[in-house]
């Protein structure tokens, strides 16, 4: 978790990056996104740089010189105007900054979904992946497995998805298990499966439920929990036949549980217990 310096920078850089995107085109975007990216990989593999460009005893007009002198002729003029809002901010330690590159690297890329339309997709893409590596442990080992290059991997992803996903789906999905960085896939992709819902402004509920729902009980269900939070909900729905009725609801920390089974281990405890 980030310290409160290293947030309120990560606030301002995405601020600054929203503002930069609402000028951008989507060509554009996908560059800026592929620069992001590949200076994650270059913070990750040098170590001293990032320490360098992260070290708040430097003036912040040096740690701009140094991305200036070292990245300036290689970068797009937007990519260097993010990253040198990034390098100018502080951060409690060196890997929240490279934290924050990563995430503004991903938001770049649901940028350009935004750009197309395809982000509501991208989403649900995103959720579906995370749900296929939480039932297949060893394919998510092998998605990870340090001993295997980032190239390797990321042959096997493609090898899997190919045409099966959008464009930006597969560069997230690219970027996450080149660069997994320790992390469990499965909760990456569900993170930017939220990350995607909060550009379209809205909370997501993961429902698990015995059967698949109608199209008319998704609506049901979306109009109860907007009005309940407030806020648009988008649905990301699991099945799950064991709950045998009813739904079992998360929105952020908030579980509601209106399951068969959990009201017949309720019952059974009771039994148990009287």
Request: hydrophobic share 45%.
């Amino acid at each position: 978790m980030m310290q409160a310096a290293s947030r309120g920078s990560l606030v301002v850089a995405r601020e600054q990056l929203d503002e930069l995107i609402a000028g951008e085109d989507a060509e554009a975007l996908v560059r800026l996104g592929e620069q992001l990216r590949d200076t994650v990989g270059l913070l990750v593999e040098q170590p001293t740089l990032r320490r360098a460009l992260a070290d708040p005893s430097a003036p912040a007009t040096a740690r701009v010189s140094l991305l200036d002198g070292l990245l300036g002729d290689r970068l797009a003029d937007p990519t260097l105007r993010v990253l040198r809002g990034v390098v100018s901010a502080r951060w409690s330690q060196p890997d929240d900054l490279v934290d924050a590159v990563e995430m503004l690297t991903w938001l770049a890329m649901l940028a350009v979904a935004e750009k197309d339309g395809s982000i509501e997709n991208v989403e649900d893409e995103l959720f579906r992946f995370g749900r296929i590596l939480e039932g297949q442990p060893q394919l998510a080992r092998l998605l990870t497995d340090p001993a295997a290059k980032g190239e390797h991997r990321a042959a096997l992803l493609t090898s899997l998805v190919a045409d099966r996903v959008s464009p930006v789906t597969a560069r997230l999905l690219d970027e996450i298990v080149r660069r997994p960085r320790g992390r469990a896939l499965d909760a990456l992709a569900g993170e930017l499966s939220e990350l995607a819902a909060a550009r379209r402004d809205r909370y997501v509920a993961y429902v698990t439920a015995p059967a698949l729902l109608g199209a008319e009980q998704e609506q049901r269900l979306t109009a109860a929990l907007s009005r309940v939070y407030g806020r648009a909900i988008s649905l990301q729905v699991e099945v799950e036949p064991g709950l045998l009725g009813g739904l079992v609801v998360r929105v952020g920390d908030e579980i509601i549980d209106g399951s068969v089974s959990s009201r017949l281990d309720a019952a059974r405890h009771r039994l148990a217990s009287g």
